[in-house]
């Protein structure tokens, strides 16, 4: 079995913790280096909420913070 991606959820829920976790069919990577974006590994990704003007809801874009590159705050490469 491979390596579940879970995104984290910190930013959209304030003084709490946790993720959400993506089918195995999805698969994420760092835009920059190309390794893959995994729960606990060197490369995660997590939901962001967007300053908008909506009035039902909010955005969130999805970003990469890459301890192997340093890549931080840039959309992930995806793999379906």
Known sequence: MGVRTRL????????RTGSVELPE???LYCP???VEVA???????SLN???GD?????VV???VDCRICGCD???PAVDF
């Not at 729960?39 to 990704?45: E, F, H, M, S, V």
């Not at 909506?54 to 909010?58: D, P």
């Open 39 to 45: 729960d606990k590994g060197n490369c995660l990704a």
């Open 73 to 75: 705050g840039k959309e």
């Open 8 to 15: 984290g959820i910190m930013s959209l829920v304030r003084s």
């Open 32 to 34: 920059q280096c190309g």
């Open 54 to 58: 909506s009035k039902t809801g909010f």
């Open 61 to 63: 874009k999805l970003l």
């Open 49 to 51: 909420a967007v300053l």
């Open 25 to 27: 069919e999805i698969t």
